[in-house]
C-alpha cells in the first residue's frame, strides 16, 4: 500500500491534492487526483465521440442505403427476440 498524504504535504504538478480540497478528486489511498476542473474534459471529450457516431450513422444510411435497412431490420429483431425470450422466460414461471 502506497503511503498516505498528510494535510500539508505539497503538490506535484498540480495533479497530486492533499487529503483537505474542495473540488471533485478521486481519492484512493490518501492520493487525490484531479476529474479535470468538474469533468470538464470528460464531457468535451463525450462530445466529440458522440457527434463522430453521429456523422458515421448519416455516413452509412446515405451512403449505404439498403445496408443500413438491413442493419436496422437486424437490430430491432434481436431487440424483439431478446424481449419475447425474457416474456415466455416469466409467463412460464407463472
Not at 469533468?39 to 448519416?58: A, D, E, Q
Amino acid at each position: 500500500m502506497p503511503p498516505r498524504l498528510s494535510d500539508t504535504q505539497a503538490t506535484l504538478n498540480g495533479w497530486l491534492r492533499p487529503m483537505v480540497h474542495d473540488g471533485p478528486w478521486i481519492c484512493t489511498y490518501g492520493y487525490c487526483l484531479s476529474t479535470f476542473e468538474g469533468g470538464s474534459m470528460v464531457k468535451w471529450i463525450k462530445r466529440i465521440v458522440l457527434i463522430l457516431l453521429i456523422v458515421f450513422v448519416l455516413f452509412f444510411v446515405v451512403g449505404y442505403p439498403s445496408e443500413s435497412a438491413s442493419a436496422f431490420n437486424t437490430f430491432f429483431g434481436a431487440v424483439k427476440s431478446a424481449f419475447l425470450r425474457v416474456w415466455n422466460f416469466f409467463t412460464s414461471l407463472g
